[in-house]
């Protein structure tokens, strides 16, 4: 399974890093991705990894602010986020090529 963390509340600007941790099967060979789904919309594709972390992309929408990388050894991935703003107020979601995590709600707010 993935289990992601490190959601919350945060002040526009501000800072967050989600993490996501596979169990039960090793994800070093597959390539990883985050999603987020805001209420009434649908779920979007925001940054994506290949497998050796070499290579990596993003939706524009977080282009420049969202980092993802990741940690083979400890069968996890990352999504640093920052300058963080209202509009990214969602629950985010890591995928596999198999499965999908549960996901962590994220908002924006002063």
């Known amino acids: 399974q993935l289990v992601e963390s490190g959601g919350g509340l945060v002040q526009p600007g501000g800072s967050l890093t989600l993490s996501c941790a596979a169990s039960?099967?090793?994800?070093?060979?597959?390539?990883m991705s985050w999603h987020r789904q805001a209420p009434g919309k649908e779920r979007d594709l925001i940054a994506i990894?290949?497998?050796?972390?070499?290579?990596?992309r993003y939706a524009d929408s977080v282009k420049g602010r969202f980092t993802i990388y990741r940690d083979n050894p400890k069968n996890r991935v990352y999504l640093q986020m920052n300058s963080l703003k209202p509009e990214d107020t969602a629950v985010y979601y890591c995928?596999?090529?198999?499965?999908w995590g549960q996901g962590t709600q994220v908002t924006v707010s002063s």
């Open positions: 995928k596999s090529p198999s499965m």
């Open positions: 990894i290949n497998s050796s972390g070499e290579n990596t």
């Open positions: 039960g099967f090793t994800l070093s060979s597959d390539p």
